[in-house]
């Protein structure tokens, strides 16, 4: 780390910060007696602290966001050279960056065609949820409004997010919630068999029947959407078992309902592909995404669509009301798709996805191998470099350890310097899955680093 913070006194950023931030998720309780901590730098895969230790970071930023890694001074560069040429002008306008990212967008996601510039995860899913609405109310006489969504799924934090929101903990004390949000179960293959009627085979096909069932019951003239993350982030770092995507296609064609894939977490490479939906061959309607779009530069997300969606919205020019009125202030940003195509340059040219594909199996292997020697891991999953390990009191009941125990593992970790992370304030009884999302630049050395805390942080926490 260079000297320039300490030169500027960083016992008074520490009171500053104490004195005044808010921080994320976070209970300030003990910040009364102890310091928070305030990340000051980053480069590569490592950040360092206001005490100037370095921590290897296995989560990107501690919520699965910075893929290409920190210090990528050609992205600030991109961010810069923009923002003087222009910084800003809405979104009802186009931007230099804004076309040209589209474009490079849209050129990996076949049956894709149009952006929709936002400024959070949370804000690009309500975009497809408004847009659905809008379309129940435009061809279905008002009628097709229900958006359904996933038991364990997260769409984000603002009220109509959270009303399509499957994680209790995070949604308790902020009701009510908007009308016309209905939840399907999940498809955690490893808790099945606390699902009523769950079969031993074809639990996928079954999974997605579920959520036929509902749509069954509501009436499919009722509902409009279908919101999923292809891979379960926060709920459990949850894998679709097989045979899951294909019925959930079928099912969203035959009751002529939108498929709307929530890549916020997967997209931009997290799994090995562009997007988590392109392991399983699905043909959304709508897509968003946002932490991985730039890395973390800059601030950008997206909700994008089909060509048949987006000419919906100007079937008759005459009428004021037929296109999409929304606006989202800082969509119009420049900055964010600046550093959104210098981010996929870095992807493309560096083989990160090609990376993550094959460190994402080491990675894989390696907490198999944990597992064979840690009773505790009930089970381990994921994709690409977006993994987890399940801990569990006893195999045979896979009754969950008390969250308290895998957070002392977490902290285990960070006091050997490595970040991992945990589901937090999730699945009441659930809080229990250690989550790993490295860098698209690890290497096997970096891994085997995290796999090596981790192994010590389990035997100094449970033997
Ligand atoms: C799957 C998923 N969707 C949406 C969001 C919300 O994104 P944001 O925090 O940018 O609003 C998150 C955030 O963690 C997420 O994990």
């Known amino acids: 780390m260079d000297g320039t913070l300490r030169d500027n006194d960083i016992s008074h950023v520490v009171e500053a910060d104490r004195a005044h931030v808010w921080h994320h998720l976070t209970q300030h309780k003990p910040f009364e007696t102890g310091e928070p901590r305030i990340i000051v730098e980053g480069k590569r895969m490592s950040v360092w602290d206001q005490n100037g230790r370095e921590f290897l970071d296995a989560v990107s930023g501690g919520v699965w966001t910075v893929n290409v890694g920190y210090g990528r001074e050609s992205i600030a560069d991109a961010v810069r050279e923009q923002l003087v040429k222009l910084n800003y002008f809405a979104g009802s306008g186009g931007s230099i960056p804004g076309a040209l990212f589209s474009e490079k967008l849209i050129s990996k996601m076949p049956g894709m ?11 690009a899913n309500e975009k497809a949820f408004k847009m659905i609405r809008q379309i129940a109310h435009k061809k279905y006489g008002g009628k097709k409004t229900k958006i359904l969504y996933r038991d364990r799924d997260y769409h984000g934090t603002t009220i109509g997010a959270l009303s399509a929101g499957g994680q209790d903990e995070r949604n308790a004390q902020y009701g009510p919630f908007a009308p016309d949000f209905v939840k399907v179960p999940h498809c955690l ?15 996928g096909v079954w999974a997605a029947e579920q959520i036929e069932k509902v749509i069954l019951r509501e009436g499919p003239e009722t509902v409009g ?52 939906y392109q392991h399983y061959g699905i043909e959304p309607d709508f897509v968003t995404m946002a932490k991985g779009v730039a890395s973390g530069y800059a601030a950008i997300a997206c909700c994008v669509t089909t060509e048949r969606v987006f000419e919906m919205f100007k079937e008759n020019a005459s009428d004021p009301l037929d296109y999409f009125r929304d606006i989202s202030t800082f969509g119009g940003c420049t900055a964010g798709p600046a550093a959104a195509l210098e981010n996929m340059r870095i992807i493309e040219d560096e083989g990160l996805l090609e990376n993550c594909t094959k460190m994402g199996e080491y990675m894989l292997g390696r907490l198999h191998e944990l597992a064979e020697k840690h009773e505790v891991i009930g089970d381990v999953r994921g994709k690409g470099l977006f993994l987890g390990a399940e801990l569990v009191e006893d195999r045979e009941t896979r009754k969950p350890v008390d969250e308290k125990l895998a957070q002392k593992v977490v902290a285990e970790c960070g006091a050997q310097g490595v970040i991992i992370g945990v589901t937090n304030r999730s699945v009441p009884g659930y809080n229990n899955t250690l989550c790993y999302s490295p860098a698209l630049i690890a290497t096997k050395a970096d891994i085997d680093r995290i796999i090596e805390a981790t192994d010590e942080a389990l035997t100094r926490v449970f033997g």
Request: proline share 5%; hydrophobic share 30%.
């Open 113 to 123: 065609s149009r952006v929709y510039f936002t400024n959070s995860g949370s804000e």
């Open 225 to 276: 959407g279908l919101c999923l993350e292809p891979v379960t982030a926060g709920g459990g770092v949850i894998t679709p078992p097989e045979g899951y995507w294909e019925k959930v296609q079928e099912i969203c064609r035959k009751y002529d309902i939108l498929l709307h894939i929530d890549e916020v977490v997967c997209g931009l490479g997290r799994t090995g592909t562009w997007f988590g």
């Open 189 to 203: 293959e490893y808790r099945a068999f606390e699902q009523e009627g769950a079969p031993e085979e074809g639990y």
